[in-house]
Nanobody, 124 residues
Framework: QVQLVESGGGLVQAGGSLRLSCAAS????????MGWFRQAVGKAREFVAA????????YSADSVKGRFTISRDNAKSTLYLQMNSLKPEDTAVYYC?????????????????WGQGTQVTVSS
């Protein structure tokens, strides 16, 4: 059973940067598509960014394009999200997910594994 653990969240001022990590244990993420989603208070979980198992393709939500970069290190079974130029509206709990089956990585449905989330708070 693969377990995902996010880290790297925290409090940052607007315009600052954070790097989130998602480490897998109990198995490898090598063949899994991976994604980052976030959920702000009172809102539904939304797609942030995703990456194919090989790392050859990445996808980002329009709201984070040009500011957030997703990457992965399969040798370390770790997923990353580099977040730059953070805005107060980026405040949310960030979750990483993994899916083995082929499908739309921007959709929650189909993800088989989820982490517990890490809080990101951006102050104005």
């Amino acid at each position: 059973q693969v377990q995902l653990v996010e880290s790297g969240g925290g409090l940052v001022q607007a315009g600052g940067s954070l790097r989130l990590s998602c480490a897998a244990s109990g198995g490898t993420l090598r063949r899994y598509g991976m994604g980052w989603f976030r959920q702000a208070v009172g809102k539904a979980r939304e797609f942030v960014a995703a990456i194919t198992w090989s790392g050859g393709r990445t996808y980002s939500a329009d709201s984070v394009k040009g500011r957030f970069t997703i990457s992965r290190d399969n040798a370390k079974s770790t997923l990353y999200l580099q977040m730059n130029s953070l805005k107060p509206e980026d405040t949310a709990v960030y979750y990483c997910g993994g899916r083995y089956t082929v499908g739309d990585l921007s959709r929650e449905a189909g993800y088989e594994y989820w982490g517990q989330g890490t809080q990101v708070t951006v102050s104005s």
